[in-house]
């Protein structure tokens, strides 16, 4: 092994070149600036991505992603940071159903199959037929070897139609993006198989898991690790540029060359640079990255990024009460979910008591204002009240595909073989990862320690 000044040295001498400023690119920035490479990162808009924080009625607020799950790497690089006395809990995790009369989804730890079909919440919303028939699950031959593969299968074969389309599709297609028949058991719900050979039937199965705990964020929301994140990147002699985006990488014999553009203010246009890295890594979203790396691996796998609008009002009028937000109970429906976010997260400071709430929209190619309305409106249905929009932040961003899709690991393995081809290039963020930002920081850490031995140990 080398001494320490020659590890020294050979930190100095390296330069790492990120394109993407999100959480994957923030984290391998921040954990290769640390040892002294020479870091450099882009990213096309403002950093932190869908962790940023913006303002909306004088309430700073997460633009879309607000939630974190703990793992070791998420609780080294909070703590990193001084931020694990920062966590915080959801005041409530209880969830509505959107319809003509909106109910509460039941309580389920298995992303809404029922542990009993006939408690009330149950049976309000599928009916006390679809209960019977959810029912027979306990009667049917006995399950000893859980294996099934799809969420979507499994349930309507154990417990009904009725049950899959009411109850799960709501929650698989609001958290996961997915509908259930495109949901890997063994990736959203990792404990189930084992449950429901313990138990002998799904019901009995869904009863043995442990309750899902509230969801966690940071007070002040988790735009302010982004924010962390970029601060110490330029102390440690990092550089970070917004508003540059990236429009080729090109490799040579020994190096990276990458494309940016920069508006000159002089001449009041857009000028290319071109910067040279030994070191790649592409944060960006699945399209852009797809973008970038077809020139180079004319053979990568379409891309099938999906784009997503997400609208943060601040609104007056609402006066019932939806615990966390409300959940689409229609595939083709224009509104995906509505989060209250102060009803989640009530220590968010506002400078005025209007609510604010977040409605993630299907893409229907709105533009903004009628963006804005398509919101106000279903949050006026959901809550039964006329609202008035006071204020609003509306975002459009290309949505990754969670690791629970059925599809996902085969197609990261695919780019991350194709993407090893090239030499000294990494691929990292919720493209890859999954969309989770547990996923998503879980697999920077990883990619950079990778990076970081190849270049101090050339290994």
Not at 99 to 105: A, D, I, K, S
Not at 143 to 161: D, K
Not at 442 to 447: G, H, K, L, P
């Amino acid at each position: 092994m080398p001494e320490t000044p020659d590890l020294a040295s050979a930190a100095r001498s390296h330069s790492v070149g990120i394109v993407g400023g999100g959480f994957g690119g923030l984290i391998v920035a921040w954990e290769c600036v640390k040892v002294g490479m020479s870091v450099t990162l882009w990213d096309a808009g403002d950093i932190g991505g869908m962790t940023r924080l913006v303002s909306v009625d004088g309430a700073r607020v997460d633009v879309a992603a607000d939630n974190i799950e703990r793992s070791e790497a998420v609780d080294e690089v909070l703590s990193a940071f001084g931020l694990t006395d920062k966590l915080v809990a959801s005041a409530t995790h209880e969830r509505w159903l959107l319809q003509r009369t909106p109910v509460v989804l039941p309580e389920s730890p298995a992303l809404g199959i029922p542990a009993s079909p006939f408690v009330s919440d149950v049976t309000s919303v599928i009916g006390w037929g679809a209960a019977w028939r959810a029912y027979l699950d306990r009667l049917k031959p006995v399950l000893t070897i859980g294996n099934a593969e799809s969420l979507g299968e499994l349930v309507s074969q154990r417990v009904g139609a009725k049950v899959r389309d009411k109850l799960v599709a709501p929650r698989t297609r609001a958290e996961l993006g997915l509908d259930p028949a495109d949901v890997l058991i063994d990736a959203a719900l990792p404990e189930l198989n084992s449950a429901l050979t313990r138990a002998g039937s799904l019901s009995g199965g869904v009863g043995l898991l442990d309750v899902t705990p509230p969801s966690l964020s940071l007070a002040g929301g988790l735009g302010v690790l982004a924010e962390a994140l970029r601060t110490r990147i330029e102390e440690l002699g990092g550089t970070v540029h917004e508003h540059t985006p990236a429009t080729s990488v090109e490799r040579a014999v020994d190096n990276w060359t990458i494309t940016t553009t920069v508006h000159n203010a002089e001449t009041d246009a857009d000028e290319p640079v071109e910067t040279t890295v030994q070191h790649l890594v592409l944060a960006t979203d699945g399209r852009t990255a797809h973008s970038l790396l077809v020139p180079l691996i004319p053979s990568l796998a379409a891309d099938g990024s999906t784009e997503q609008t997400v609208v943060t009002l601040a609104v007056s009028g609402i006066t019932a009460t939806r615990g966390a937000g409300v959940y689409a109970s229609d595939a083709a429906s224009d509104v995906q979910r509505i989060d209250h976010v102060t009803a989640q997260w009530p220590s968010i400071e506002r400078a005025t008591g209007h609510e604010i709430v977040r409605v993630t929209l299907a893409e229907r190619g709105a533009d903004d204002d009628e963006a804005v309305q398509i919101a106000a409106g279903a949050v006026g249905e959901a809550y039964g009240a006329t609202v008035t929009v006071i204020d609003s932040h509306v975002e459009r961003f290309v949505r990754a595909q969670s690791r629970a899709a059925r599809t996902h690991a085969d197609r990261v393995a695919a780019i991350r073989t194709q993407a090893a081809t090239m030499p000294h290039l990494d691929v990292v963020g919720a493209w890859v990862a999954g969309d989770t930002v547990r996923d998503v920081i879980t697999d920077a850490m990883a990619t950079a320690e990778a990076i970081r031995r190849r270049a101090l140990f050339s290994v």
